[in-house]
Nanobody, 127 residues
């Protein structure tokens, strides 16, 4: 089992940056693939990015490429999402997710591939 706790959300002006963190705990963190998703009011949960724990391979939604960067710190057991050039359309609750590595078929775009979710962190981008 894996527990996930996100942090780093907040209010930022358009063009600004934020870095989200996802602290993972549990005995088998290295057996999981981690993803970030987001959900805006009235919309479905949307894939943002994925990272494999061991190799650090990364995958992104097309609209996030070049603006967002997913990374992980193995020693800290933390996954990060660096978000640059934010715009109001990026406003959403951002969720960290973990899926058993053999269950997530990279790029891991479907939320149904993930077994564990954090509580979410709100990101609001003002114009």
């Amino acid at each position: 089992q894996v527990q996930l706790v996100e942090s780093g959300g907040g209010l930022v002006q358009a063009g600004g940056s934020l870095r989200l963190s996802c602290a993972a705990s549990g005995r088998t963190v290295s057996s999981y693939t981690f993803g970030w998703f987001r959900q805006a009011p009235g919309k479905e949960r949307e894939f943002v990015a994925t990272i494999t724990w061991s190799a650090g391979n990364t995958y992104y939604a097309d609209s996030m490429k070049g603006r967002f960067t997913i990374s992980r710190d193995i020693a800290k057991r933390t996954v990060y999402l660096q978000m640059n050039s934010l715009n109001p359309e990026d406003t959403a609750v951002y969720y960290c997710a973990a899926g058993w590595r053999s269950r997530v078929v990279v790029p891991g775009k479907s939320p149904y591939e993930y077994d564990y979710w954090g509580q979410g962190t709100q990101v609001t981008v003002s114009s």
